[in-house]
Nanobody, 116 residues
Framework: VQLQASGGGLVQAGGSLRLSCQVS????????MDWFRQSPGKERELVAA???????KYADSVQGRFTISRDLAKSAVYLQMSSLKPEDTAVYYC???????????WGRGTQVTVSS
């Protein structure tokens, strides 16, 4: 199983980015999927999650600005980020608690940098 995150980049405060997480190597069903982020010197934190039934949850710091979604046909999970702030600067990782028999799967991160 591979999770490949992409879509990061440099954006000005107030701007938007859309991160993608492509899942390959397995049949992608309505699995629970998460986005985490990690800034230098800080612990990795959960940003957004989508469960098998499509319900979502967000960190308080991104509530109302970020949206997680899933496209089963494309085996992908997305994180739409709007009204970005400098404090959103981090490496963003997609994560699957379980896909089939594969537990705790992480993708390589994608860097998001928000300039003030």
């Amino acid at each position: 199983v591979q999770l490949q995150a992409s879509g990061g980049g440099l954006v000005q405060a107030g701007g938007s980015l859309r991160l993608s997480c492509q899942v390959s190597g397995t049949v992608f069903k309505a699995n629970d999927m998460d986005w985490f982020r990690q800034s230098p010197g800080k612990e990795r934190e959960l940003v957004a999650a989508i469960s098998g039934d499509g319900s979502t949850k967000y960190a308080d710091s991104v509530q109302g600005r970020f949206t997680i979604s899933r496209d089963l046909a494309k085996s992908a999970v997305y994180l739409q980020m709007s009204s970005l702030k400098p404090e959103d600067t981090a490496v963003y990782y997609c994560h699957a608690p379980q896909i089939g028999r594969h537990l705790n799967q992480w993708g390589r991160g994608t860097q998001v940098t928000v300039s003030s």
